[in-house]
């Protein structure tokens, strides 16, 4: 039998038994529909996860006051004493960054967002930009001006979309009158969480997306927002990417010398949170795959037993082809290939499902990205799981004996 003729024996079983060949594909398909939607989401998760530390630089390192330390607590810092790592020799700046959430209106509308105390130092850091006005300064701070940048998002809801002459108006916040000093450039929302990219990483100054904060000066925050009790969040900016460890180790020492306790402040920088966060999206990734991965295993177990039936159905079938010269290779080559269509059909139909389903859980507040690595894997999977499971159904129908096949009733 050459090539073509086994193809076409394959495709008439296949019509003959069209509703049993679906449910055999069925594991098939929910296994490669699996496959693709776990990879798609795994990949918006650990976009979202650099999206959200992608404003502060490699080089940043935030240090809060620890809830628990080895020494007992240790002394708080000063802001006073906070700022003099800024003379420490692998420190380029340090900034400060308080944050609570607080309502915010003008006129009839009104908004509760997040309200961020910053210094002039730490806009820098996570690289604002203004849409128009000023930034914010310093000396605004000292002056205990009380003065806003508005997010985009909360520049719209409270002003409308005709943002070109807000600057210089007032808007309320927590019962104290503020002027517009700028408004910040669109960074545009996330569906996962709370940001896409514009945000502020959660725990380090804010954790909610830039569009929809409110940035105030530091000392303002302090005094009207947060209450001076509060612990902020310090922002380090090492030298350079080689002066993070050494800047850390500086970072510990001085907090030792000032505090009596290295222990009482905890210290991250972003380049090894990042990995973190990463390193979990892939574990959560790597065993949704394996989920799938089993699925693909147990759908394949029932090619396996429908093949078994349509050996035995077709035994007298395999001992006339065997009579008239059809060799063992070409037996085997049929059940094979229809194990292999049978999953092909399953991977592609899994694969257009998910091409559909993807763009759809934006509306649950998930980001998944449709990926060809993704695509490929469900059908390479797909493939290997028809083959696997197929050659054993095929072998033993190769190893049928004519006489034996001709008298099976």
Same mark, same amino acid.
């Given at each position: 039998m050459n090539l073509g003729e086994i193809f076409r024996s394959v495709l008439l079983n296949l019509q003959a038994n069209k509703f049993r060949v679906f449910l055999t594909s069925l594991g098939i398909i929910i296994g490669s529909f699996t496959i693709i939607m776990v990879v798609g989401i795994g990949k918006g998760s650990e976009k979202a996860v650099a999206d959200q530390y992608k404003r502060l630089s490699v080089e940043t390192i935030m240090i809060r006051k620890a809830r628990i330390s080895s020494g007992g607590g240790g002394r708080q810092l000063t802001n006073e004493q906070a700022a003099q790592m800024k003379d420490l020799a692998n420190v380029k700046a340090v900034g400060f960054t308080l944050g609570a959430q607080a309502g915010i209106?003008? $006129? *009839?509308?009104?908004?509760?967002?997040?309200?961020?105390?910053?210094?002039?130092?730490?806009?820098q850091m996570i690289n604002?930009?203004?849409?128009?006005?000023?930034?914010?300064?310093?000396?605004?701070?000292e002056k205990r001006n009380k003065v806003a940048l508005l997010g985009d998002n909360i520049a719209q809801l409270l002003f409308g979309e005709h943002l070109a002459d807000v600057i210089g108006k007032?808007?309320?916040?927590?019962?104290?009158?503020?002027?517009?000093k700028g408004i910040l450039k669109r960074v545009g929302d996330g569906v996962l969480g709370s940001d896409n990219g514009?945000?502020?990483?959660?725990?380090?100054?804010?954790? $909610? *997306?830039i569009d929809d904060s409110v940035f105030i000066p530091y000392e303002v925050a302090e005094k009207y927002i947060a209450g001076s009790r509060s612990s902020p969040m310090i922002t380090v900016q090492a030298e350079n990417i080689n002066a993070v460890a050494p800047a850390i180790e500086e970072i510990s020492e001085f907090i030792e010398n000032k505090t009596g306790d290295s222990s009482s402040y905890s210290i991250m920088d972003a380049g090894s949170r990042l990995s973190t966060a990463q390193a979990t999206a892939k574990t959560m990734s790597a065993l949704l795959i394996a989920v799938a991965t089993i699925v693909l295993v147990v759908g394949g177990i029932g090619i396996m037993n429908v093949l078994f039936v349509s050996v035995k159905e077709r035994t007298r079938e395999i001992g006339i082809l065997k009579s008239i010269g059809?060799?063992?290779?070409?037996?085997?080559?049929?059940?094979?290939?229809?194990s292999m269509l049978i999953s092909i059909a399953g991977g592609m139909i899994g694969s257009g499902l998910s091409l559909v389903t993807l763009p759809?859980?934006?509306?649950?507040?998930l980001q998944a990205i449709p990926s060809t690595e993704g695509i490929l894997l469900g059908l390479i999977f797909s493939v290997l799981?028809?083959?696997?499971?197929?050659y054993y159904p095929a072998l033993k129908a190769s190893k049928l004996k004519p006489i034996h096949a001709l008298n099976y009733e």
């Open positions: 209106s003008y $006129g *009839s509308a009104t908004e509760n967002t997040s309200v961020l105390g910053v210094s002039e130092s730490y806009q604002l930009e203004l849409a128009s006005g000023n930034y914010l300064r310093d000396k605004d701070g007032t808007v309320t916040i927590k019962g104290r009158k503020y002027e517009v514009g945000g502020l990483p959660a725990g380090f100054g804010g954790g $909610g *997306s059809a060799k063992r290779k070409d037996i085997l080559r049929e059940f094979l290939l229809e759809l859980l934006k509306y649950l507040n799981t028809g083959t696997f499971f197929g």
